[in-house]
């Protein structure tokens, strides 16, 4: 009985995840987290509309979804001033990453990315046997310059960039996309990731151009829509790369349920309206609750905020695990110098002081141990 | 400006879509549908519970899903008696297929397969550059002698055989399954696609042997469960397959309320035994409906009747279009000579009555036609 070979590209990877969740955690410390703040899902939740719109639409679960989307396709391209056809929804921005790697990659293709940026971008890129080539982060933002000319260097079919940042918080405005957009060598696509664009100052994000093949945006309604755990994302590029999803994706991969939730979300602006500013002033808080402490919050276009502990990596990692051993939940950039910091999601308030309450602790035990 | 070039495989690729949504030809037609039988959705619906469970958790969609999917899969296999390291939880049959492929096939390996069987395995065959095989079915039923045998002769990684098989309705008892893996060629992996096998006699499944690394089970909540739109299926397989699959696929791809809704479902087997009471009689209704109007409906172990219209493709398409112009979204094979058949899904006695209704108007177009 002889077992299957797998893939030659499947034989080399390892049998990785990108991140561990934190249910995994909390079955292997035997308890529950008290705060969730290391995902940045968004804790302020969906819009009621949404949740009831979700329940709703339970009852419709024995139908398969749209796999066009095509209510919501409609609705974001209203959203947004562009056509339906310039706009993929897939299963969150991970699975529409995927799709993209997949569409442009071949086995020892060049891309660019930023070393301590997106584990998912770089696990789908390894997924295809991409060659993945990074620049350094400077002053703890991405970039944009360094990776054009490594893109350039490279010849790579592929650069991420992700504005807002992720780990880091930090952003780009949009003349400095742009410039960097109108810099891309030919034949380079920017794989500009918009997850947190919401939560950003309003001179971070571009005017969309559908018309400009040197730029697929990737959007989510994870973030400030607070549906994580709905798979819902899309990308918007030229309706020709549109159209080459069709050629891979899983048509009938979208939940019905999260279809219609996320509609529901995108109708309801001025619930996302309220959110961006409670996040605004939780992250007013995190900052806060940052320098009382002796730490520096990082300006954060996001709806996290970025605390450099003054010390290198090994002293960060201590406080976090001193953090996550009080039973909160929370990550860190792994990539020096950037894992000198922590990463906090913004939440409530109940959510805050407990932050607030174990970072004090948290911080002794990490300098007890020297 | 120029575009980014795909890959060499996507480059070659059609923008296909493996099936046309109802919701598309609704669209297209600028009528909804009165009733839904083309897409072997189980119209029951799922139990109470579930769509309760599934309600409640829409209130925590703002949390990512757990990437392992360890509640479920602790569920599952205490439900079928194996270990939860042979389960792996996924997007549906269809992005497990996907995965599956992805893990084993090379460009220009060869995939074995009935002409006629599920397109989207073809779909992922093609998408990853492997060469398909067909064997005819025989009296309309896949031909697991000639699946094997045809493996052999091309040197297959991958065989596929739905047990009961979609489009037909057939199924074969459990020891032509178990002789069917006893003869594979070594190396070569048989995918046995049971999305419908609840719905089957008892004795069309194998025992499961999740030590013998010849055979890889696809299970769904899509069809009896009456999930179709949650996107949850499973495969069993060995724990080291199980594992591989940890190298390819959307860690965070499951959603949060889908999880919950099929642990739900699992949870309520007497729901299950109910449903299945009611596609058995709907099952009988349909067969009395297709005999009424000298249709001959063929034995179903699945949620939809196929009926033999008693002439040629042409005709039966004609038939289809005429149902379809009534209101009725209704599907068929697409492979001589199976596309004699139309395919209709089990339901309620309103949805059956519509179907009734329909059909004698339908024939007699088609008739009249030529």
Redesign the interface.
């Known amino acids: 009985?002889?077992?299957?070979?797998?893939?030659?590209?499947?034989e080399t990877?390892?049998?990785?995840?990108?991140?561990v969740?934190p249910?995994?955690q909390e079955?292997q410390r035997g308890s529950a987290f008290t705060a969730?703040l290391g995902?940045n899902?968004?804790?302020?939740?969906?819009s009621p509309s949404?949740?009831e719109t979700?329940?709703d639409a339970?009852?419709?679960?024995?139908?398969?979804?749209?796999?066009?989307s095509?209510d919501l396709k409609a609705a974001l391209a209203k959203h947004h001033g562009i056509t339906p056809d310039c706009i993929v929804v897939g299963?969150?921005i991970?699975?529409l990453l995927?799709y993209l790697v997949?569409?442009?990659?071949?086995p020892g293709?060049a891309v660019v990315t930023s070393a301590g940026a997106y584990p998912?971008f770089n696990y789908h890129v390894n997924?295809?046997a991409g060659v993945l080539h990074s620049v350094p982060y400077r002053n703890d933002s991405e970039d944009p310059t360094a990776l054009v000319d490594k893109a350039r260097e490279v010849g790579a079919?592929?650069v991420y960039l992700a504005n807002p940042d992720n780990p880091m918080g930090s952003w780009h405005r949009a003349g400095t996309i742009q410039a960097m957009i109108d810099a891309l060598p030919?034949?380079?696509?920017l794989v500009l990731d918009e997850a947190y664009i919401e939560t950003a100052p309003d001179d971070a994000a571009p005017q969309f151009d559908t018309t400009?093949?040197?730029v697929i945006r990737m959007r989510t309604f994870?973030k400030a829509y607070?549906?994580?755990?709905?798979?819902v994302g899309y990308a918007i590029c030229?309706p020709?790369?549109a159209?080459?999803f069709?050629?891979?994706r899983?048509?009938?991969?979208?939940?019905?349920?999260?279809q219609a939730?996320a509609l529901a979300a995108l109708q309801d602006q001025p619930y996302l309206a309220e959110v961006k500013g409670k996040i605004a002033t939780s992250r007013d808080r995190l900052a806060d609750i940052a320098r009382a402490n002796g730490l520096t919050p990082l300006p954060s276009g996001t709806n996290f905020v970025t605390m450099d502990c003054g010390a290198d990596g090994d002293f960060a990692r201590k406080v976090l695990a001193a953090l996550v051993d009080q039973g909160l939940f929370v990550r860190m950039p792994f990539v020096a110098p950037q894992d000198r910091c922590i990463r906090v999601s913004c939440g409530p308030e109940a959510e805050m002081d407990k932050f607030s309450d174990a970072l004090p602790q948290a911080l002794r035990t990490s300098r007890e141990q020297g």
Chains 1, 2 share one sequence.
């Open positions: 009985m002889k077992k299957v070979k797998l893939s030659k590209i499947a990877l390892p049998a990785a995840v990108p991140f969740g249910e995994t079955r969730r995902a899902e968004n804790i302020f939740g969906p949404v949740i979700m329940a339970a009852r419709d679960t024995w139908m398969y979804g749209d796999p066009e095509y299963e969150g991970d699975g995927g997949r569409l442009v990659i071949d293709d998912t997924g295809f079919k592929l030919d034949g380079t696509l400009d093949p040197r994870s607070g549906m994580a755990g709905a798979r030229t020709d790369l159209t080459a069709n050629k891979v899983n048509h009938f991969g979208m939940c019905r349920v999260s939730g």
